[in-house]
């Protein structure tokens, strides 16, 4: 009988018998400022103007001064209006009942499906798991996409980062990775994205199937900063639910880049100084938090793929730089690939995963290295040999890279629904560099470095 209603119990006891309160009395830009009521800083709190009531959250304390963004536009706020403390932080419905939906920053359907059952409420700020209690990452996930799969080998848990310039099919590569992966789930997180792109994203990147076991978090660029900013943390909320169920996540986050423009908005808005490049503090600090919640825990795993967009194609600004800091792997998706019509355009001497070698086998390992000194030969006299001025014979390494560019050429290069298994893929990686593999690496093993 005790446990039939513990937790009525507990709610009765963490329960807030008194409603602090508060009234605005500026609304400047973005940020909405109220004499009171008593709150903390990421709490959730009800404007109430003129009969509406807008969700708005604690951004900053200036002594009894409360200084709150809103979800949603600030239009429609007058002086005076009640502002009412809820007493908690954000959290995010979660149920398997959300595979297939289209939800919003709060994860509120936006897919006119209607409702679902929820079967709990997980906080959308939220540690990441202790670092001592993190499996090893031993096991190898197959994206489908064979220059990755091939050359870049990425394991279950892994974070990686696709770096690229706008245009140059950031989208469409996530889209291919959803299709094909082998996750049991696909949480697909697009923060910042035009309108009109999250149709032609689920239709025609992610596909009906892969839609089935996918869930998408949608903020488009015309919500607020707010909603921008926890759009992200929503989708890693989501993913978290998942894997504490003991599944197989895979996180797609696009773009970290305008995650970060968000929390610049917030943070200028509050007072905080530009720092590097017109970026405050606070989103050096948000970045890592962000970041080190997909991985694996003691349940399951989240292997995350985060799209940054370089500014200018320049790798070292600061978001790019941040992040290709804290990620285990980095892809970079080339803007003078992508103008030659080779897509995917990943650029694979300028890309690297850290967890590689740990995840494939010895004769994979082998066969990779090959494979990339072919390449970087061949791009190493690449202008000598298209200026017609290299001789054949004169060095056998050119003359072994240039024998094997087509079929290279051909390995890397895949159409958007061109999806391509393990086994293939290695077999095919195998054939370009002289190397058999044994069907135990094609079946994707747990390899061990001795």
């Given at each position: 009988m005790k446990k039939l209603f513990a937790k009525?119990?507990?709610?009765?006891?963490?329960?807030?018998?008194?409603k602090c309160v508060g009234y605005v009395f500026r609304v400047h830009g973005l940020l909405v400022e109220s004499t009171g009521p008593q709150s903390v800083v990421g709490e959730i709190c009800r404007i109430i103007s003129r009969g509406e009531e807008l969700l708005a959250e604690v951004v900053g304390l200036n002594g009894s001064t409360v200084q709150l963004m809103v979800y949603g536009a600030t239009e429609g706020?007058?002086?005076?209006?009640?502002?009412?403390?809820?007493?908690?932080?954000?959290?995010?419905?979660?149920s398997p009942a959300m595979l297939g939906r289209v939800l919003d920053a709060l994860g509120r359907p936006l897919d006119g499906k209607g409702g679902f059952n929820i079967n709990c409420r997980n906080p959308a700020m939220r540690e990441a798991p202790p670092a001592f209690s993190r499996p090893i990452i031993r096991e190898r996930l197959s994206t489908g996409i064979r220059a990755?799969?091939?050359?870049?080998?990425?394991?279950?848990?892994q974070r990686i980062g696709i770096f690229a310039g706008s245009g140059v099919g950031k989208s469409t590569f996530l889209g291919m990775i959803a299709a094909s992966s082998q996750a049991d789930v696909n949480v697909i997180a697009l923060i910042g994205e035009r309108g009109r792109e999250l149709n032609d994203f689920i239709v025609n990147s992610l596909g009906e199937d892969a839609m089935k076991r996918s869930v998408v978090v949608a903020a488009t660029g015309d919500k607020s900063a707010l909603e921008r900013l926890k759009g992200a943390y929503t989708a890693t909320a989501i993913a978290e639910y998942f894997r504490d169920l003991g599944m197989n996540?895979?996180?797609?986050?696009?773009?970290?880049?305008?995650?970060?423009?968000?929390q610049r908005e917030i943070g200028l808005s509050r007072g905080?100084?530009?720092?590097h490049r017109g970026y405050p503090p606070s989103v050096f600090d948000m970045l890592p938090k962000l970041l080190e919640r997909a991985g694996t825990s003691e349940r399951g795993t989240i292997t995350a793929f985060y799209t940054v967009?370089?500014?200018g194609d320049d790798m070292d600004e600061p978001v790019s730089d941040n992040v290709r800091a804290t990620l285990d792997a980095h892809i970079v998706l080339s803007?003078?690939?992508?103008s030659r019509g080779h897509y995917p355009a990943v650029d694979v001497l300028q890309s690297i995963s850290r967890?590689?070698?740990?995840?494939?086998?010895?004769?994979?390992?082998a066969a990779v290295r090959t494979v990339k000194r072919l390449i970087a030969d061949y791009a190493e006299a690449e202008d000598v040999i298209n200026a017609g001025a290299y001789r054949q014979g004169s060095n056998p390494d050119i003359d072994a890279a240039i024998a094997k560019r087509p079929e290279i050429e051909d390995f890397l290069i895949q159409g958007i629904g061109d999806r391509t298994g393990l086994g293939e893929t290695l077999t095919r990686l195998g054939g370009i560099a002289g190397v058999e593999i044994p069907d135990a690496e094609q079946a994707g093993p747990t390899a061990k470095r001795v």
């Open positions: 009525y119990a507990e709610s009765v006891e963490s329960a807030c018998t008194v706020i007058e002086l005076g209006a009640r502002v009412e403390a809820s007493g908690s932080s954000l959290t995010i419905p979660c990755v799969d091939g050359l870049l080998a990425v394991g279950k848990g996540v895979l996180l797609l986050l696009d773009s970290v880049t305008r995650f970060a423009r968000a905080e100084s530009a720092a967009l370089v500014e803007r003078r690939l992508a967890l590689s070698e740990e995840v494939s086998g010895e004769a994979t390992r």
